[in-house]
């Protein structure tokens, strides 16, 4: 089983919300996690309010093999900085 670290959709129409989570690099977008690693509010107004994850949990992930997708690349290396 790999494991990715990817975003699940959350909030209603028009408004979203997204949890970083941990899941089954199989599994369907929404589908059951593994582990909710964060938060990530596209519509938030400053860049500190859109991304809320917790790196330590992320790195334990990627040390055991975990993938990140595209998406929360991007959002990791903005945290970086």
Known sequence: MSVTIRLS??????SPQYLIV????QGKRDG???EKLGHY?????TPKEKVKVNLEAV?????????TSETVGQ?????AK
């Open 9 to 14: 959709r959350q909030g209603a129409k028009k």
């Open 32 to 34: 059951v996690y593994l």
């Open 59 to 67: 790195k334990a992930w990627l040390s055991k093999g975990a993938k």
């Open 41 to 45: 509010y596209p519509k938030a107004k």
């Open 75 to 79: 959002l990791l290396k903005i945290l």
């Open 22 to 25: 941990a899941v089954n690099s």
